[in-house]
């Protein structure tokens, strides 16, 4: 499903990422744990074609991702991408926000975009706010408006990237209760989190990104338990 | 005193409204106009991948606001027709006027567009719509709210600018009150009238702005 062989990003003379390369596959999640500025949400970033990669390749369902072609729109309507700082237009309902873009991009006829932005909506626990405006939405309901919004153009994959990060702490788990329903729904996530309780009951695999390498990789159950790398086992310490 | 206000009839009056329609239509023309010009400034200036579109905006933008519109006038006018280009004079007018709302209205668009975060933009993106998508749809509606009251800032600016075409003979609002003021010698009467109807027309625009913003500011 998802294929990242050797990729190096630079910004300006900085080497965030350092040739990474992973395999995802499909009904797969994978939860990337590091540090800040390990470079983890890069990755995810790059995936998405947000951000260009200067070497390797990536590959989703078998086509390459190329952040310069216009191709990438075609890749990235299969992608979704759920961001820390929710990012929901603001001047759209709740509804809209999530049918927007399947009336412009997937040109669907207003009814049918409209009823799967309801089905979205409720999949989320949100039938109740189709109406209300981002600005009237507690921060947990605007990530999970935004998530909606990016299952609505029914992806084959989901990244998300520290989207419980900006949140309050008794908003956290409602956003990561979605997700859980997700993943057990077969969806394919690649998951960048600081939640280790959340990585721990939903992954089927950990990277831990450090220095932007991938410097393990393995079962949860393994990464926590009984981590081999020396930075690792300093990172799971001091967030423990 | 009463003598002179005698000479000063209903007439007059009609003539001095008659200019104020020219000036709403010399304003009307600029600023629709105008505003096309803008876009395309504002966007060339935003657009990330052509610096040399970006280039030739800047300079655009920074030779019209800074010369006077006076000067601009008086070339547009005077120069054209040395170049043997003789075009009616509400044209002639008019092109200068044009081209200094576009630089104007030119940056209140890019700033528009500049304040639209990052976020949005790549949540756009990441739903796979294409930039002019993304324009339209999701930075517009943002940067539409941001330039209201810049722009009736300058529309006002420009209803006032536009007395300035009276230096090449043009019958608007200013001449008008001129050549009354110069048959009936009630100068201080006139132009009390002609800043009145000047005021008249920036007012409500002032008014119609506030209204817009109040309503447009929900779920801002």
């Known amino acids: ?240 | 005193m009463p003598e002179l206000l005698v000479a000063f009839s209903y007439k007059d009056v009609l003539f001095l409204l008659q200019g104020a329609l020219v000036t709403i239509a010399m304003c009307a023309m600029a600023f629709s106009c105008g505003l096309v010009v803008a876009l395309l400034i504002g966007l060339i200036r935003t657009a990330r991948r052509f610096p040399a579109l970006r280039w030739i905006g800047w300079g655009y933008v920074e030779i019209f606001r800074g010369t006077p519109l006076l000067m601009q006038i008086f070339i547009a006018y005077f120069g054209l027709s040395i170049l043997g280009l003789e075009l009616p004079r509400f044209v002639a007018v008019s092109i200068p006027l044009i081209l200094y709302t576009g630089a104007y209205m030119g940056e209140i668009v890019r700033a528009g567009v500049e304040a639209v975060s990052r976020g949005q933009w790549e949540a756009g993106w990441s739903l796979g719509m294409s930039y002019r998508q993304l324009m339209r749809y999701v930075v517009a509606p943002v940067a539409v709210r941001i330039m209201i009251p810049p722009s009736v800032g300058f529309l006002v600016q420009l209803v006032k600018g536009t007395s300035l075409a009276y230096v090449v003979g043009y019958v608007e609002l200013t001449r008008a009150g001129y050549i009354i003021s110069q048959s009936t010698y009630a100068t201080m009467l006139v132009f009390t009238l002609v800043g009145a109807i000047y005021f008249g027309i920036n007012y409500p625009l002032s008014l119609a702005s506030q209204r817009l913003e109040i309503r447009l500011k929900r779920h801002a």
């Not at chain 1, 299952?151 to 409602?174: C, I, W």
Request: proline residues 3%; aromatic residues 6%; charged residues 25%.
């Open chain 1, 1 to 240: 499903m998802l294929e990242l062989e050797d990729v190096h990003k630079w910004f300006g003379n900085l080497h965030v990422l350092k040739g990474i390369s992973m395999t995802v596959s499909r009904g797969e999640v994978v939860v990337v744990i590091g540090r800040s500025g390990s470079g983890k949400s890069t990755i995810l970033r790059c995936i998405n074609g947000l951000e260009p990669i200067q070497q390797g390749r990536i590959m989703v369902d078998g086509e390459v991702v190329d952040a310069h072609s216009r191709h990438v729109r075609k890749i990235r309507e299969e992608v979704g991408f759920v961001f820390q700082s929710f990012n929901l237009f603001p001047y759209y309902t709740a509804l809209e926000n999530v049918s927007l873009a399947l009336k412009i991009v997937k040109k669907m006829p207003l009814a049918e975009a409209r009823s799967i932005a309801e089905e979205m909506l409720a999949r989320v626990g949100l039938s109740d706010k189709l109406d209300a405006y981002p600005d009237r939405l507690s921060g947990g309901q605007q990530q999970r408006v935004a998530i909606a919004r990016a299952l609505a153009m029914n992806p084959k994959l989901m990244l998300f990237d520290e989207v419980t990060s900006a949140l309050d702490p008794e908003l956290v788990g409602e956003v990561l209760k979605v997700m859980q329903d997700l993943a057990e729904g077969g969806m394919t996530m690649v998951v960048v989190t600081h939640e280790m309780g959340f990585a721990r009951r939903v992954a089927d695999r950990v990277l831990f990104i450090h220095e932007g390498q991938i410097a393990e990789e393995g079962p949860t159950a393994q990464i926590f338990t009984a981590p081999r790398n020396e930075s690792l086992r300093a990172f799971i310490e001091s967030i423990l």
